[in-house]
């Protein structure tokens, strides 16, 4: 079965530069990765802006196998703040 390894940072420092929504149109590149020795990139990977999210589509070249090749998408959702654990406790 193979093994790979995803690098969130990419998504993570997009998501910190904390952009105004307004400010992003549908479908903007933020950031790119290439694939290189440090990762396991089969192709170039983009951070988009899509549909009021943070999205990363990659594919993943497989380790440890004769070949083989997965694609994710990672995508960063905001929740509303919860009620805490205070109201999860039942009387």
């Given at each position: 079965?193979?093994?790979?390894?995803?690098?969130?940072?990419?998504?993570?420092?997009?998501?910190?530069?904390?952009?105004?929504?307004?400010s992003?149109?549908?479908?903007?590149?933020?950031?790119?990765?290439?694939?290189?020795?440090?990762?396991?990139?089969?192709?170039?990977?983009?951070?988009?802006?899509?549909?009021g999210?943070?999205?990363?589509?990659?594919?993943?070249?497989?380790?440890?196998?004769?070949s083989?090749?997965?694609?994710?998408?990672?995508?960063?959702?905001?929740?509303p703040?919860?009620?805490?654990?205070?109201?999860?406790?039942?009387?």
């Amino acid at each position: 079965m193979g093994d790979a390894e995803v690098d969130v940072a990419p998504l993570m420092e997009a998501v910190s530069m904390n952009p105004r929504e307004e400010s992003l149109r549908n479908g903007a590149i933020i950031r790119s990765e290439r694939p290189s020795a440090r990762n396991c990139l089969a192709d170039e990977s983009h951070v988009c802006w899509r549909n009021g999210k943070f999205a990363q589509d990659m594919i993943l070249r497989l380790r440890n196998v004769e070949s083989g090749e997965i694609q994710l998408q990672l995508q960063w959702v905001n929740f509303p703040p919860g009620p805490g654990p205070a109201a999860a406790t039942t009387r």
